[in-house]
């Protein structure tokens, strides 16, 4: 039995809903390996990884600090072709009715258009990216609900 791929646009509104995040727009970005999420104030301490989601600019940030135990480093090339290390988390992303636990590199976005950008890792055998569409996947905000 052949799983019908979901057809998506260029971007899409996701959830985070093991991190309370929710109606998040996104980009799809089909030339990036892995999926990014803006964080700041990202730091590490007695094997706890620390960080805070978005940032103040954003209208859905709040001061909610995260706190991981199971994480680790990576390094991931940028949209500049330049290396960094990055922290690493595994959450689970919904995408429309498709609840996906993907690894997503926490990194400073605050100066990109999209907060999120999901990478091909996520995407493969599960979608087809059709570049002509816009949030294809009708939006279904449901605010502080796990």
């Not at 094997?47 to 954003?58: E, Q």
């Not at 689970?92 to 636990?101: A, C, F, L, M, Q």
């Amino acid at each position: 039995m052949i799983k019908e791929k979901l057809r998506i646009g260029r971007r899409e509104t996701i959830d985070f809903p093991e991190l309370g995040l929710y109606g998040i727009i996104a980009k799809v970005d089909t030339g990036a390996y892995t999926t990014a999420l803006h964080c700041h104030d990202i730091r590490e301490e007695k094997g706890v990884l620390y960080f805070k989601l978005l940032d103040p600019t954003h209208p859905d940030y709040n001061e909610q600090e995260q706190l991981f135990s199971d994480y680790f480093q990576k390094e991931i090339k940028n949209s500049f072709g330049e290396v960094e290390k990055r922290y690493m988390i595994k959450t689970t992303v919904k995408i429309g009715s498709k609840r996906i636990k993907s690894l997503i590199s926490l990194t400073d976005r605050g100066t990109m258009r999209y907060p999120v950008l999901i990478g091909r890792k996520l995407l493969k055998n599960r979608f087809i990216v059709d570049v002509s569409l816009l949030n294809n996947i009708p939006s279904i905000i449901k605010k502080n609900k796990k």
